[in-house]
T-cell receptor, first 113, second 111 residues
Framework: AAGVIQSPRHLIKEKRETATLKCYPIPRHDTVYWYQQGPGQDPQFLISFYEKMQSDKGSIPDRFSAQQFSDYHSELNMSSLELGDSALYFC????????????FGPGTRLTVL | KQEVTQIPAALSVPEGENLVLNCSFTDSAIYNLQWFRQDPGKGLTSLLLIQSSQREQTSGRLNASLDKSSGRSTLYIAASQPGDSATYLCAVRKGNTPLVFGKGTRLSVIA
């Protein structure tokens, strides 16, 4: 069965650079969630989209922005990267943001040097 | 604000033992509860999802129970195997909202 796809899987950037992470949800899933997991931490919610509109916002820095496109894929744009942004970034998708299971992608490991 | 606590933080057991992982949450008005497995540096694998109206879910050697009124869930793993070694995360959802995670229980099953 198709799963959530994230790209790239690994990314290394310098401080103050910009990064773009991509997420392709499971086919027919219309809701995408972004989570950040720092080293040794639990995942923290950043932002979510339902039917291409922002549905909820968590602890996402102002330096980050995201959107969901017409084909339901989503991109997380991160600017002015800081060392503390180094983390695993997970994307999850579900159907209709309801009671359905959230299925997580493999994550993108971002390292900021 | 919803808070999710998992006890113990780490657990080491010999192969073959049955074990229980605990999860508690402060706001009992949840929509559902989900148990995940995470291997080091890897993604999250969904193990079981329990809706707020359900009491338990089973998948193979795994059984998850939910006592919504007391704000507790347990994950029971039968006949543990070395391949079960991973971090197990509990997460709850209130209404149409994102998941709130606990910090996980790091399980080691010793052969």
């Amino acid at each position: 069965a198709a799963g959530v796809i994230q790209s790239p899987r690994h990314l290394i950037k310098e401080k103050r650079e910009t990064a773009t992470l991509k997420c392709y949800p499971i086919p027919r899933h219309d809701t995408v969630y972004w989570y950040q997991q720092g080293p040794g931490q639990d995942p923290q919610f950043l932002i979510s989209f339902y039917e291409k509109m922002q549905s909820d916002k968590g602890s996402i820095p102002d330096r980050f922005s995201a959107q969901q496109f017409s084909d339901y894929h989503s991109e997380l744009n991160m600017s002015s990267l800081e060392l503390g942004d180094s983390a695993l970034y997970f994307c999850a998708s579900s159907f209709s943001a309801g009671a359905d299971t959230q299925y997580f992608g493999p994550g993108t490991r971002l390292t900021v040097l | 604000k919803q808070e999710v606590t998992q006890i113990p933080a780490a657990l080491s057991v010999p192969e073959g033992e049955n074990l229980v992982l605990n999860c508690s949450f402060t706001d009992s008005a949840i929509y559902n509860l989900q148990w995940f497995r995470q291997d080091p540096g890897k993604g999250l694998t969904s193990l079981l999802l329990i809706q707020s109206s359900q009491r338990e879910q089973t998948s193979g050697r795994l059984n998850a129970s939910l006592d919504k009124s007391s704000g507790r869930s347990t994950l029971y793993i039968a006949a543990s195997q070395p391949g079960d070694s991973a971090t197990y995360l509990c997460a709850v959802r209130k209404g149409n909202t994102p998941l709130v995670f606990g910090k996980g229980t790091r399980l080691s099953v010793i052969a």
